[in-house]
């Protein structure tokens, strides 16, 4: 159980185009999802926080106009990278917990490799 | 604002060996600690959630401890394996949101 999936698993675009990337919660509904992004023999860095519904709550210095989020059910939320850019390729990874309370787990999807060319 | 740090940043060891990894945190304030396991261009496989009410819990040949106190934990390995080999990140969350992770460590198991 607690399985969660994301489309796709690498994605190549040129400069100046935009990417859509999905992030499901399988087998569970999902207040809360997140999205990381995580650059080579780097840790996790959160970008952002959304919850079934609402406008997601972005990190200090992640562009909520390139980075639109929308998290329009229960068990999907995408992340789509507007006007990517070089400096945008990054491995992407989402999460998404079942409740809305802080005790309970987060459950991490597989990851999207994005290169920009 | 939190920092998680990990120490070694990478390990070499030869199969068999028992071995520790090492977090710590510098706000004790935390509502648990979890510990992953990163393949090389994959993402994340929870291996042990600490609940900050709890001192350790066990899966297997993993243990991880957690100290609040001291802002500590470690993960320790028994009896090492070549499919062991992998990053270990671990990760504390501070409230109801926020999940702030460590650097990794780079663990490689010889055979």
């Known amino acids: ?117 | 604002k939190q920092e998680v740090t990990q120490i070694p940043a990478a390990l070499s060891v030869p199969e068999g060996e028992n071995l520790v990894l090492n977090c710590s945190f510098t706000d004790s304030a935390i509502y648990n600690l979890q510990w992953f396991r990163q393949d090389p261009g994959k993402g994340l496989t929870s291996l042990l959630l600490i609940q900050s009410s709890q001192r350790e819990q066990t899966s297997g040949r993993l243990n991880a401890s957690l100290d609040k106190s001291s802002g500590r934990s470690t993960l320790y390995i028994a009896a090492s394996q070549p499919g062991d080999s992998a990053t270990y990140l671990c990760a504390v969350r501070g409230g109801a949101n926020n999940l702030f992770f460590g650097t990794g460590t780079r663990l490689t198991v010889i055979p």
Not at chain 1, 34 to 59: C, D, I, V
């Open chain 1, 1 to 117: 159980g607690a399985v969660v999936s994301q489309h796709p698993s690498w994605v190549i675009c040129k400069s100046g185009t935009s990417v859509k990337i999905e992030c499901r919660s399988l087998d569970f509904q999902a207040t809360t999802m997140f999205w990381y992004r995580q650059f080579p023999k780097q840790s996790l860095m959160l970008m952002a926080t959304s919850n079934e519904g609402s406008k997601a709550t972005y990190e200090q210095g992640v562009e909520k106009d390139k980075f639109l989020i929308n998290h329009a059910s229960l068990t999907l939320s995408t992340l789509t990278v507007t006007s990517a850019h070089p400096e945008d390729s990054s491995f992407y990874i989402c999460s998404a917990r079942p409740g809305t309370v802080g005790l309970d787990e987060q459950y991490f999807g597989p990851g999207t490799r994005l290169t920009v060319t």
